[in-house]
Each structure stands twice: as structure tokens, then as C-alpha cells.
């Protein structure tokens, strides 16, 4: 069983930074990705760490502002957003799963943290 722990979040001024981390507990597995759902609209994919090579994957549209890492020992992912603005703003979520496909499917992640609101006014 995989469960996963999110914190961090909270509201922000445009051009700030915030951290969210994503602590996982039980069997894990090589990709971690952070998802974000405004109100409306659909979930998409932001970033993507392969944790056996270290290959990262992002949108395009936070790409240079964003950064996803992940600590082995402690089995933690974080996703660290930097120059954010007010359309970076809605629910974050983490997902684990044995990556074999589009790493933004949504379909392709059996396992999800409880979300948490980032607000940028």
C-alpha cells in the first residue's frame, strides 16, 4: 500500500516562491509528478521526476520557474515554485507510479496525495 503525505502551500504574492513536499510511505515507485486542478477545469501534469535516472519533465509553461527533486532516504518529493503567478494559483496534488507511458495522464497514477491549495494574488 502507497500513501502519500503533501504539505506546504498556502497564499503568495505574484512573483513568490513556495515549496510543497510530498512525503510517501509503503512500497514506491520510480516516477514521482505533481498535478495542479484550477476550478473547472481539468488536472494537468506541471512536473515529473524518474527517480532511477533523475530525468525531470515539466509544462511548458512553468518551465524555468519550477523545479520537482526527490530525496531518496527520506522518500520525499518536492516541488519547489518560484516567480509564481496568479494562473500558477489551484489544488496541488503528488502521484507515484511505475512510470511507463505519458507521465501526464492522468490515468496513468493509481496513488494520490490529499492536495493543497496554492493561492497567488
Known amino acids: 500500500h502507497v500513501q502519500l503525505v503533501e504539505s506546504g502551500g498556502g497564499s503568495v504574492q505574484a512573483g513568490g516562491s513556495v515549496r510543497l513536499s510530498c512525503a510517501a510511505s509503503?512500497?514506491?515507485?520510480?516516477?514521482y509528478s505533481w498535478f495542479r486542478q484550477a476550478p473547472g477545469q481539468e488536472r494537468e501534469g506541471v512536473a515529473a521526476i524518474d527517480t532511477g535516472d533523475g530525468s525531470t519533465y515539466y509544462l511548458n509553461s512553468v518551465e524555468g520557474r519550477f523545479t520537482i527533486s526527490h530525496d531518496n532516504a527520506k522518500k520525499t518529493a518536492y516541488l519547489q515554485m518560484s516567480d509564481l503567478k496568479p494562473e500558477d494559483s489551484g489544488m496541488y496534488y503528488c502521484a507515484t507510479a511505475p512510470l511507463g507511458g505519458d507521465w501526464q495522464a492522468v490515468g496513468e497514477y493509481n496513488y494520490w496525495s490529499q492536495g493543497t491549495q496554492v493561492t497567488v494574488s
Open positions: 509503503g512500497y514506491t515507485f520510480n516516477t
